[in-house]
């Protein structure tokens, strides 16, 4: 129990305050479990650190050309953070995750420095920017969110990567 009220209080509820977004939801996220092998994330943070000038140039690479098809009305934050230590494995996502805050402006990427590749991560940044850019235009404000609108938005996402990306699998 302290272990979780320590993790709560040093990584969720900053990150929570920091993307405007519920601390509750935050710990109901996978992508937020608590690590249980400290020192597995201390080597992902290093290799994402050594891996930084890299991964910020496919990043921004991603983003002038999705910027080019579909400009976001307002500016856009993107956080890496490394890719969640749950079973989930990591190469079904070619090493990468992540999600948009919608109207909130951020986006968090989630990578695997061991298994992430230049397209998954430029893919990823595509799809997630979309996400991003619709749901801040005053064109797409939904109250009610119903299944068939989120079906939608994915849609919507994969189609504007595909476009991007068409070669992307």
Known sequence: QEKIESYRKTVITPLARLLVYSTHELENDFHFTRPDNTEKLTNVLREINNHYP???TQIQEALTEAT????AEDKIKIYIL???DTPYNTDFMQGTAGFSMGASKNIL?????FNYTNESLKALTVHEYHHTALLMSESYKIMNWSLLDSVLLEGKAEIFTRIIYPSYE
């Open 109 to 113: 990427l989630f990578v695997d420095p």
């Open 82 to 84: 490394p890719y969640p």
């Open 68 to 71: 080019s098809k579909f400009k």
């Open 54 to 56: 890299h991964i910020k």
